[in-house]
């Protein structure tokens, strides 16, 4: 049974805890920190009555704590992942690693120092239907990879426009691409490989934002194939359309958008095709990420 403390108590962690109950047997959070108290408790009550506390150290002095989950905003990273990993505590730290690239360098390099885990959060990459579309891809479904699309357009009103530190590009280091788009980067970087060549273009539709809330990214795989990813955050509405297209020479596969399902479309003979539902809709994230 892993023992891990959550750090960082803010909107994200109501998710984090529940998807720890998904894997009860394995893993529990036995400690929740933050610097307000009060968010540390309301946590902690959540996760079935761990430890709360607002000290960092406590939770890092704490030999029943085996790992951490850093939940906290992007500029903080850094210090706390390394502070862990000192602490011979294995690691969980959500996206984005760091907001630098120094940064995530100095995370790494203390976790290897240390000999302990470090895993990077990106709720997609682990995703059964992600997962699933690059099998099929390797296995030759829809032939040689010609192309990946993905797109992310939301509106992350209410609660989430609470969070104002979010759309301060001195502590997340960025705007649009580097908290929302980043997921669907992450995709595109495990179906297509690495990538060789680079053009984006940016702009902002509502200023209170900060950053840039709308963007085109192209790219170029090592291996010659394209892909493009359009990542929007001012969107009037939550669209369910989030999705990743994987066009290859003898098919194509579909995942997400208002269906939600990864769907297979093969040549039938003609203009149509015949969809194969591979995998249904909704899959958790965060769970499959634990």
Not at 21 to 42: E, F, M, N, P
Not at 141 to 166: E, M
Not at 233 to 245: E, I, K, L, M, N
Request: glycine letters at 14%; one cysteine or more; hydrophobic letters at 45%.
């Amino acid at each position: 049974m892993f023992r891990v403390a959550l750090i960082g108590c803010g909107l994200i962690s109501e998710s984090h805890i529940r998807a720890y109950t998904q894997h009860a047997s394995r893993a529990r959070i036995s400690v929740c920190c933050d610097l307000d108290a009060a968010k540390a408790a309301h946590c902690a009550e959540l996760a079935g009555g761990a430890h709360a506390t607002t000290s960092l150290e406590e939770v890092l002095g704490d030999p029943d704590v085996d790992a951490v989950e850093i939940c906290t905003p992007h500029h903080l990273h850094a210090d706390i992942a390394i502070a862990a990993a000192r602490a011979g505590k294995h690691i969980l730290c959500q996206k984005p690693l760091e907001k630098t690239l120094a940064g995530c360098d100095a995370i790494i390099g203390a976790a290897e120092a240390a000999g302990v885990t470090l895993f990077y959060g990106e709720t997609n990459h682990t995703l059964p239907g992600v997962v699933e579309m690059k099998r099929a891809i390797d296995a030759g479904r829809i032939g040689p990879l010609v192309g990946i699309q993905a797109t992310y357009a939301h509106w992350q009103g209410g609660k989430y426009l609470s969070t104002a530190w979010r759309y301060d590009p001195n502590i997340t280091g960025g705007g649009q691409l580097l908290d929302g788009g980043i997921h669907y980067i992450d995709v595109l970087l495990q179906i297509g490989g690495p990538i060789k060549a680079v053009s984006c273009m940016t702009t902002r539709f509502r200023p209170e934002l900060g950053g840039e809330d709308t963007a085109v990214m192209n790219v170029r795989f090592a291996g010659g194939q394209l892909g493009t990813l359009f990542s929007s955050q001012p969107a009037g509405v939550w669209f369910p359309g989030s999705s990743v297209v994987a066009f290859g020479m003898e098919g194509v596969l579909a995942l997400g958008g208002p269906l939600g399902a990864l769907t297979l479309f093969r040549p039938s003979g003609g203009f149509r095709s015949e969809p194969e539902v591979l995998l249904p809709a909704n899959e958790d994230g965060f769970a499959a990420m634990i």
